[in-house]
């Protein structure tokens, strides 16, 4: 049986219903992901983002406005992830601390015994 055609307005309303709710859970995704950003990092303090791009074209037919071309873009920023780490200069490369990247010459104790 096929599915039968039900035309509907475009709306802000309407956009969360288009293409059985892909938009909705494309948004929902990046929510999603902008939150768990902010568990693993809540000391970046720049904003997580979320865009919702709507491009609309006109399409003419006998010289008249006939059709839109609609694209719908769901977009999500997070800050980037970075890490600087001091290295030394090695004469055969550099050389870092992978227990303290900001000091490649920090040592650290042996606890164990020997």
Do not use: C, H, W
Request: aromatic share 6%; charged share 30%.
């Amino acid at each position: 049986m096929a599915k039968s055609m039900q035309k509907k307005p475009f709306t802000a309303k309407s956009l969360l219903e288009v293409d059985s709710g892909s938009v909705a859970l494309a948004i929902d995704k990046e929510i999603k992901r902008a939150f768990m950003d902010m568990a693993d990092r809540p000391e970046i303090k720049k904003p997580r983002k979320i865009a919702l791009t709507i491009e609309m074209s006109p399409i003419q037919k006998d010289g008249g406005f006939y059709q839109s071309l609609v694209k719908i873009d769901v977009d999500g920023r997070n800050p980037k992830r970075g890490i600087e780490i001091r290295m030394n200069a090695e004469s055969d490369g550099l050389e870092y601390n992978s227990a303290v990247y900001e000091n490649p010459n920090q040592t650290t104790m042996n606890l164990e015994e020997e």
